[in-house]
Nanobody, 115 residues
Framework: QVQLVESGGGLVQAGGSPRLSCAAS????????MGWHRQAPGKQREFVATKTSAGSTNYADSVKGRFTISRDNAKNTVYLQMNSLKPEDTAVYYC?????????WGQGTQVTVSS
């Protein structure tokens, strides 16, 4: 089993630059993909960014150029640096780990962007 604990959310002003963190514990394989999804009020959950253990990254068009995903493999931790936040970035942000065909989700951290 894999446990994910997110931190770093909260109330942020538009234009702010918070960083989310997610620490994974349990049965973490060396080869995996860690990432973030988000769900805004009244909307479906959507992909934000992923980073593989080999270093490949992928971003949603809506965050490309503003968000940066990184990870510390030794700590099994993934980060999401969010810059130039907009009110439409308001959502619950979920950490994810994908390995051996199984997806694990954190419980989410709320990010609210005030205009």
């Amino acid at each position: 089993q894999v446990q994910l604990v997110e931190s770093g959310g909260g109330l942020v002003q538009a234009g702010g630059s918070p960083r989310l963190s997610c620490a994974a514990s349990g049965s973490i394989f060396r080869v995996n993909t860690m990432g973030w999804h988000r769900q805004a009020p009244g909307k479906q959950r959507e992909f934000v960014a992923t980073k593989t253990s080999a270093g490949s990254t992928n971003y949603a068009d809506s965050v490309k150029g503003r968000f940066t995903i990184s990870r510390d493999n030794a700590k099994n931790t993934v980060y999401l640096q969010m810059n130039s936040l907009k009110p439409e970035d308001t959502a619950v942000y979920y950490c994810t780990v994908s390995q051996m065909g199984t997806n694990y989700w954190g419980q989410g951290t709320q990010v609210t962007v005030s205009s």
